[in-house]
């Protein structure tokens, strides 16, 4: 435990959770069940679960937002001091600017470190979401997607330790989801930012990702994707979890059952290619 210890401390925890309630403190009703985590930087967790398991719940009470409102049993560690930016499949609805560069000059002004000037700060976050040729356009000409990169580069902006995304491509096209969702994982890769990913889609995981499942405002599941979806005696936790299994979950293991060695396990179809070319 010892080791598990340091290597936690190496990796700069932003959240620490332990044995938690929260309830309401205007109904005393409880909005999360008991329940562990810790955040650390650079950590990509999925939070998925049916509607109404708590997702969102669980999500906002770590952002901060509304916490005034809840009654907290149980111990809390938060590295950072204010709110954490959450994005939604509506935010980019409230955009702010005419343009790109105007909604982006805006979030520089209200929340921006200014430890550098606006202008390269923009420049540097519109280049590693490549929106930087969209940057004069008019917002109502911007597809979903682009403008749902807008939203999240102003929220960049404030050079957050964790961002929060809430369901965000649920209405966008399954190729612009991906792009989307690509560029997010690398620029915060790149800049060790933690990001907790809420989705019912599941051919959005990768198999190293972390993985929270919600169930009735519990928290069943913290593992890596691949552990929840390996089959183990016939089954896996997915399964004893009533989660739907992804199609290129069951594509691979009808070739695991034909003796293909599969070592990573694939969510979607892109990666279920890239393995089995891998182990040609």
């Known amino acids: 435990m010892?080791?598990?210890n340091n290597i936690i401390q190496a990796r700069e925890?932003?959240?620490?959770?332990?044995?938690l309630t929260v309830t309401s403190k205007l109904d005393q009703h409880i909005l999360l069940q008991p329940f562990t985590v810790t955040i650390c930087c650079g950590q990509w967790i999925n939070?998925?679960?049916h509607n109404g398991s708590g997702k969102s719940t669980l999500a906002k009470y770590i952002s901060g937002h509304e916490y005034d409102r809840l009654r907290i049993e149980g111990f809390e560690h938060r590295n950072f001091t204010g709110t954490l930016p959450i994005i939604?499949?509506?935010t980019s609805e409230y955009l702010l600017g005419s343009t790109p560069y105007e909604d982006l000059v805006i979030s520089y002004e209200q929340f921006g470190s200014h430890h550098i000037g606006y202008a390269e700060a923009i420049e540097q976050i519109a280049s590693a979401l490549h929106i930087d040729h969209l940057l004069q356009l008019p917002i109502e000409q911007l597809s979903g997607g682009e403008r749902q990169l807008v939203a999240i580069a102003g929220c960049l902006m404030m050079e957050t330790p964790l961002l929060i995304l809430d369901e965000i491509t649920s209405?966008?096209?399954p190729r612009a989801k991906q792009v989307v969702m690509q560029q997010i994982r690398t620029y915060c890769a790149e800049r060790n930012i933690a990001v907790i990913w809420i989705t019912q889609q599941l051919d959005e995981l990768q198999y190293s990702d972390t993985v929270w499942v919600m169930d009735k405002l519990a928290l069943r599941f913290v593992g890596s994707a691949q552990q929840l979806f390996e089959e183990e005696a016939g089954t896996s936790e997915a399964e004893r979890l009533q989660l739907?299994?992804?199609w290129a979950v069951q594509k691979a293991r009808e070739l695991i059952g034909l003796g293909h060695s599969i070592t990573q396990l694939p969510f979607n179809s892109e990666q279920l290619v890239?393995?089995?070319h891998?182990?040609?």
């Not at 925890?13 to 044995?19: L, T």
């Open 171 to 173: 209405m966008l096209a």
């Open 47 to 49: 939070i998925i679960g």
């Open 2 to 4: 010892k080791g598990e």
């Open 278 to 280: 891998t182990v040609e």
């Open 274 to 276: 890239k393995e089995v």
């Open 88 to 90: 939604t499949q509506t």
């Open 13 to 19: 925890i932003i959240f620490r959770a332990e044995a």
């Open 244 to 246: 739907p299994i992804p």
